[in-house]
């Protein structure tokens, strides 16, 4: 009875697994010509570029680690950890391969085409390198924006209210006494004495 169990378990494994991978596999399929466009764009729009420095920092980081540990060893562990690094380079084609199957996914192969073309024009290239002081220069604009709205918005609301608050009159605030008991009735005022006649 287990061994049935056991099988059917994996039986069920083995079918979720294999379509997930089916599943995964359709999804990743894009055509060559798809792929071959969006190399292109990606290569006119840096898009990886800025992945470069990532071997190297985490070797940089690997050897400081290893060096800290070893203090005895720096040049064996500057020497092996640089070889396995350069090793390992070639690798740098599946981050480009991943990122052309992103764009090829996301765009038609004549939208791929337009983008690379448009992105290595003059214009986009000037695009391409202003984009970041551009960024930063929109940002602080945008900072002093809004604290001069926010600004504007405190002091016009704050002068309406005024006028409303100000209108409005001020009601004796209700002092509690602390009793459950309903508060009682003032005292009647006591008449002013009548003066004593004259003789």
């Known amino acids: 009875m287990i061994r049935f169990a056991v099988l059917g378990r994996a039986a069920a494994l083995a079918i979720l697994f294999s379509g997930a991978f089916t599943v995964s596999a ?4 894009v055509s060559d010509a798809q792929l071959a466009a969006a190399r292109e764009a990606i290569a006119a729009l840096n898009v990886t570029d800025r992945y470069d420095n990532i071997l190297p920092n985490l070797a940089e980081r690997l050897k400081a680690q290893f060096i800290q540990a070893s203090p005895n060893f720096q040049e064996q562990i500057s020497s092996v950890v640089d070889e396995q690094a350069l090793a390992l380079a070639s690798r740098r084609a599946d981050l480009e391969k991943e990122a052309a199957t992103i764009y090829a996914k996301s765009f038609s192969v ?8 448009f992105f290595n ?4 290239k000037k695009l391409l390198t202003n984009q970041p002081l551009v960024s930063r220069e929109l940002v602080k604009a945008a900072e002093i924006w809004a604290n001069g709205i926010s600004r504007d918005l405190t002091n016009q609301s704050t002068e309406k209210l005024r006028g409303v608050i100000d209108a409005t009159p001020i009601q004796a605030p209700v002092v509690d006494t602390g009793s459950a008991e309903a508060p009682a009735a003032a005292a009647p005022a006591k008449p002013a004495p009548t003066p004593a006649p004259k003789p």
Do not use: F, N, V
């Open 26 to 29: 359709r999804a990743q399929e």
């Open 110 to 117: 004549d939208e791929l085409k337009a983008i690379s073309t």
């Open 121 to 124: 024009t003059d214009t986009g």
